[in-house]
Structure formats: structure tokens, C-alpha cells
Nanobody, 116 residues
Framework: QVQLVESGGGLVQSGGSLRLSCTAS????????MGWYRQAPGNKRDLVAS???????IYVESVKGRFTISRDSAKNTVYLQMNSLKSEDTGVYYC??????????WGPGTQVTVSS
């Protein structure tokens, strides 16, 4: 079973930036569509960005132009560069394979808090 560990979250002011990282325990990130998910307080976990094996990036409307997903296959790591952060971006961020069921076991996630 693939293990995922997210990092890079923190407390940032509105308009600031963060770069999240997700490292997989196995050589997997290049063979699946990988995604970043966000779980805001009281809400379900939603997919906000994904990256296909062909390098196609897909974003939900609310993060388009502000977030960028990327992948370093040699490091088995997926990144999420988040710019122009807004308070509504607050939540716990997770990575996992996307558009495939079932997902791998979820990692601990990384908390992002944006203060206004």
C-alpha cells in the first residue's frame, strides 16, 4: 500500500504563498493522475487540482490562476504552489491519486490557514 506524506502547510496572511509537498513511499506519482484535495472545516474533502500522466493540469474554478500542481518523478513527489491565498483556501490539504477508485490510504494532510 502506497503511503503519502504531505508537508509545507502553515499560517499565512491573505495574499501570501505556500508550497505544499507530497511524497509517496513508492515509485507511483508518474503512473497515475495525482491530485491535491482540500478539506475545509465542516466540509467534505474536495479535489482542487490534478495532474494527469500526460502532464495535463486541471483545476477547480476557485483556484485557477493561483495554484499550480507539478510533479518530480525522481523524488516521487507532487507539489502544489499556492499564490494569492484567500481565507477560503483554509483547510487541510491532502494528496492522492485522482479519478481512480479506491484512493490509496490517506496521509496525515497538512494544515493551511489563511488569515484575512
Amino acid at each position: 500500500q502506497v503511503q503519502l506524506v504531505e508537508s509545507g502547510g502553515g499560517l499565512v496572511q491573505s495574499g501570501g504563498s505556500l508550497r505544499l509537498s507530497c511524497t509517496a513511499s513508492e515509485d507511483t506519482v508518474n503512473y497515475y493522475t495525482m491530485g491535491w484535495y482540500r478539506q475545509a472545516p465542516g466540509n467534505k474533502r474536495d479535489l482542487v487540482a490534478s495532474l494527469t500522466t500526460q502532464g495535463v493540469e486541471i483545476y477547480v474554478e476557485s483556484v485557477k490562476g493561483r495554484f499550480t500542481i507539478s510533479r518530480d518523478s525522481a523524488k516521487n513527489t507532487v507539489y502544489l504552489q499556492m499564490n494569492s491565498l484567500k481565507s477560503e483556501d483554509t483547510g487541510v490539504y491532502y494528496c492522492n491519486r485522482a479519478r481512480v477508485s479506491p484512493p490509496w490510504d490517506w496521509g496525515p494532510g497538512t494544515q493551511v490557514t489563511v488569515s484575512s
